[in-house]
Nanobody, 127 residues
Framework: QVQLVESGGGLVQAGGSLRLSCVAS????????TGWFRQAPGKEREFVAT???????????YYADSVKGRFTISRDNTKNTVYLQMNSLKPEDTAVYYC?????????????????WGQGTQVTVSS
């Protein structure tokens, strides 16, 4: 069992920055892949970024086209924490952001590829 808790959301003006954190507790492993998703009102949950584990403890980062070049995902295994640094925020980034995890390699990029989820943190970007 893994529990995930997000923090760092809030209200920011367009062009500003936020850093989201996700702390994992319970049974955690270096072989877990972790990701960030977001869901805006009336829309389905969408992929934002992931750090995907591979054999040999090699990690690969992937980003949605909509955030590439603006967001950076990272993780600190000693702290059981994954981060999402968000720069140059736009109003269309407004959503509830969720962190997620799965042991090993996710079977798909979307939400169905992950087993464990946090409660979400609200990010609101004003124009």
């Amino acid at each position: 069992q893994v529990q995930l808790v997000e923090s760092g959301g809030g209200l920011v003006q367009a062009g500003g920055s936020l850093r989201l954190s996700c702390v994992a507790s319970g049974r955690t492993f270096t072989s877990y892949s972790t990701g960030w998703f977001r869901q805006a009102p009336g829309k389905e949950r969408e992929f934002v970024a992931t750090i995907t584990w591979s054999s040999g403890n090699i990690y690969y980062a992937y980003y949605a086209d909509s955030v590439k070049g603006r967001f950076t995902i990272s993780r600190d295994n000693t702290k059981n924490t994954v981060y999402l640094q968000m720069n140059s925020l736009k109003p269309e980034d407004t959503a509830v952001y969720y962190c997620a995890a799965v042991r090993g390699v996710p079977v798909q990029r979307g939400p169905n590829g992950y087993d464990y989820w946090g409660q979400g943190t609200q990010v609101t970007v004003s124009s």
